[in-house]
């Protein structure tokens, strides 16, 4: 049997047609649960009993187990499942082995299971006679669900991270703040989200568009809120990353307390929470107070979620208020800086050292390697302590650079994995943005550069798809530009795939027909391989296509 007759994304390590009938799930079959696998077996009698209406209550037929040789073999996240005869049995490397086993059935079990209640009640379902070997590439396979910009309810975060278990995508990186919102409730400074999550209306389109929703838009998580986000997620083996911004893209929390920005050059009491696109230069002062409050921010944030890993931007910051600001330029003096670029490292430097003190992991946009960009003369990320991670972001460059100097790396270069980013030239498309990114770009994406090998090459922790959501203000705009893009980047980050220029894609494009019918059980919004739908354009709505006939680097 082939990968194409059973239609999996992404694409098992091995799949082999065994001898005879598969097995048949009927109301009889039963789940016989090993130690260390009851999320997986809540989570088949919550979402796959939904879809099939099958009990599956203990007993025999769905054999569940942990395997100490499955994760010697595949890694903890790694599975080996055998449809035969007798029944079927998922053998996990770890619980989430079982879980990334459990979606694999799900799949196999054909497009039904995918949907919310059953459409043939008590109807008994044969499976192929196969077994799966599977395990990732990589530890690190994310998605950036940008919920700043245009706030994505709580419901709605959930449905993101059905979906990426689905395609067994393991990190969801939340983009918490920004010029234009502040989406987490902080109890020691209440007005974040009083004051900063709501902006007073917002610009359709691209920035130089004339048009304007005047309607207010805003929101933002409880604690609870994002407590429940994480459980959700937890179940599902996947890591929610939360970003904080700062010191750039900070406007929202400015308008908030007026005494976080550079007071001494700008009259920071009549900021607003930014309407429109693009980068505020209203940036954090470098004082001693706005240390204190986002430690005290940060503070929260680590009680609300145990992932390892801390984001906290460092990105595109303008550096035109520090110039002009006498305190910026003593805190310079006095810090022993050289620069405004320096101070930008003093910044994250500060915030890698209190983040390590408490057993986390910095995460920051490759500009954290220093300043504005990679400085001539210096290591990049000088100062840096050895856990903090790169995101890059501008191309490969700055990951080479930090995973070189020793730093682990998550991979989302702009022009690669940027899903805002338009897929099709041509005027069809809704608010075009950037550059063109097909379906067969994503495909072809590879996160390690051939110019790095041995140790340097191993610091690639994985890639993240990013999903900027300045001009996709719902979720089915979301998911228009997501999919079906993010199933073959899921594909990139979990199969064990050649090099770009000899990966099958036309054999993808098949796998893909059979899992376009997964994506309609699930309602999810995607891009039709022929283009939008007439109820999925944009006519009229300013974008920002970026013409680029260079290769993909």
Not at 168 to 187: F, Y
Not at 289 to 300: I, K, Q, S
Request: aromatic content about 6%; hydrophobic content about 40%; proline content about 9%.
């Amino acid at each position: 049997m082939t990968d194409t007759a059973t239609g999996l994304v992404p694409a098992p390590r091995r799949l082999v047609r065994l001898p005879g009938p598969g097995p048949v799930l009927d109301d009889r079959t039963g789940i016989d649960a090993g130690p260390g696998t009851g999320g997986t077996v809540r989570l088949l009698r919550t979402v796959l009993g939904a879809g099939t209406g099958l009990p599956l209550p203990d007993g025999t037929g769905l054999a569940l187990r942990l395997d100490p040789a499955v994760e010697r073999e595949f890694g903890p996240e790694g599975y080996r499942l055998r449809a035969g005869e007798d029944g079927v049995r998922i053998d996990g490397g770890g619980p989430a082995g079982v879980l990334h086993g459990a979606q694999t059935l799900r799949q196999l079990l054909g497009p039904d299971a995918f949907r919310s209640a059953p459409v043939t009640p008590g109807r008994s379902r044969r499976l192929p006679a196969v077994a799966v070997e599977d395990g990732p590439r990589f530890r690190w396979r994310g998605l950036l669900l940008d919920v700043a910009r245009h706030f994505t309810p709580k419901d709605g975060v959930l449905r993101w991270l059905d979906l990426l278990a689905a395609h067994k995508l393991n990190v969801l990186h939340l983009h918490l703040t920004d010029d234009q919102g502040w989406r987490i409730e902080i109890r020691s400074h209440p007005r974040l989200t009083g004051t900063g999550s709501w902006r007073a209306r917002t610009k359709i389109g691209h920035r130089a568009s004339p048009l304007w929703d005047p309607r207010p838009h805003g929101g933002h998580y409880t604690h609870d809120d994002l407590r429940e986000i994480v459980a959700y997620a937890a179940e599902r083996h996947i890591t929610v990353v939360p970003e904080i911004e700062l010191p750039g893209h900070s406007q929202a929390a400015i308008a908030a307390y007026p005494e976080l920005g550079n007071t001494d050059v700008v009259d920071t009491t009549s900021l607003t929470v930014l309407d429109t696109w693009g980068i505020s230069p209203n940036v954090l002062a470098p004082t001693d107070t706005v240390l204190a409050f986002y430690e005290d921010v940060l503070t929260e944030v680590l009680g609300l979620f145990p992932s390892p890993w801390i984001h906290i931007g460092g990105d595109e910051c303008p550096a035109d208020q520090w110039r002009a600001s006498p305190a910026a330029r003593a805190r310079t003096r006095a810090e022993g800086l050289a620069d405004e670029a320096e101070l930008l490292s003093w910044f994250v430097r500060h915030f890698d050292r209190w983040l390590a003190a408490r057993g986390r992991r910095l995460v920051g946009w490759d500009e954290i390697l220093g300043g504005d960009g990679i400085p001539d003369g210096r290591r990049p990320g000088a100062g840096l302590s050895r856990g903090a991670v790169v995101s890059s972001w501008r191309g490969c460059a700055g990951g080479v650079a930090a995973a070189r100097a020793g730093h682990d790396v998550v991979m989302c270069p702009e022009r690669h994995v940027y899903l805002d980013h338009r897929q099709a030239p041509g005027d069809d498309e809704p608010v075009p943005i950037g550059f063109v990114r097909t379906l067969e770009d994503v495909y072809r994406f590879e996160p390690v550069p051939p110019e790095l090998t041995g140790d340097a090459a191993a610091r690639v922790l994985g890639a993240q798809a990013n999903l900027w959501t300045e001009v996709t203000e719902d979720q089915q705009r979301r998911e228009y530009q997501a999919f079906p893009r993010l199933a073959a980047f899921a594909e990139t980050v979990w199969s064990a795939l050649p090099a770009p220029a000899e990966r099958d894609f036309a054999r993808f494009e098949q796998r893909m027909r059979a899992h376009y019918p997964r994506l309609d059980a699930l309602g999810v919004a995607y891009r039709p391989p022929g283009g939008p739908r007439p109820e999925q354009r944009r006519p009229g709505i300013l974008g920002r296509p970026i013409e680029d006939s260079s290769p993909i680097v």
